[in-house]
């Protein structure tokens, strides 16, 4: 069976498998231009009550069609779907104000993305090119350590907001720093401004947002980095681990195909696509307090 096929034959499985008060949900399916991949997303919207919604979780119909690809029948697919939709609590709802205008674009928050596996999407959002990455935005609807959801803003939604490019940015660029602080990890401790560790110690740490998302827009951040650069007395190495994360590294540019080898095998052997951020090494010069692209 092929992919359209099964599409349509699933959305059938998936009604006839709902219970009744699931069925009165509306199923839609859309494409989403996703950082670094472009799915079907399957949606289950619910009836709005008393100005809160249901928190249904999205399946992409391309996993879902992998699923089948490896022997499991529509069946065995459907119920799958229909019991993560069930398990949902019913206290696990959304309100519905979230969505208005003006609080979406108060939650707007910095990401950084690949640019050149992203031409599609970046066509309908607005961006702006950071080195060989784009700065791209995020409403974020809900975040805790167990639920995270957010949206990709695009030119369509800025308008809506009455908003240009620059005071998105400027705006996110607040927002991100308050509520997704940056931490600065080595071997289990935490470091933060006005603690010293060891200088001269070729060490890699790791640096992220307290939530452990899109800690990459690190990068935007000149405090942040020159924080790094106190730390270690001299300019460092940035590794990219995803879009959720940066590993810096005390060390002199001549290191760079040595960093370039080890960020291409952990990107092609560990790093799920979604997250894929780049094959670039970077490094802050500490004196001018610039990051350049050095492989």
Known sequence: ?????????????????APGAMRNCRIEVETRYK???????????????????????VFYLQELYDLYLAGNSLERIGRYVVSMLKEVPSDDVIETGTFEPDNMKEQVILQLINYERNIQLLSDIPHRRFL???????????????????MIVTNETMKEWHMTEEELYQQAWEYTSQRFPFVLKDTGRMFGSGIVVEH??????FLTTELMKFGASAMLYPDILKMAADIYGSGFAILPG????????????????????????????????????????????????TINVLL
């Not at 997303?41 to 249904?56: C, D, Q």
């Open 35 to 57: 950082v670094n991949e472009t799915l079907d997303a399957l949606t289950f919207v619910p009836a709005e009550t008393s100005g809160k919604m249901r928190a249904y979780p």
């Open 200 to 205: 001269g110690q070729r060490r890699m740490h």
């Open 242 to 289: 995803s879009i959720h994360e940066l590993y810096l590294i005390k060390d002199t540019p001549e290191y760079a195909a040595a960093w370039k080898e080890a960020v291409v095998c952990a990107n092609n052997e560990l790093v799920p696509p979604a997250d894929y951020l780049s094959d670039s090494v970077y490094y802050y010069n500490s004196e001018d307090e």
């Open 132 to 150: 060989d990455l784009a700065v791209i935005y995020r409403s974020v609807i809900q975040y805790d350590e167990d639920k995270w959801s957010s």
């Open 1 to 17: 069976m092929d992919y359209e096929r099964f599409k349509e034959k699933m959305i059938k499985k998936i009604k006839n498998l």
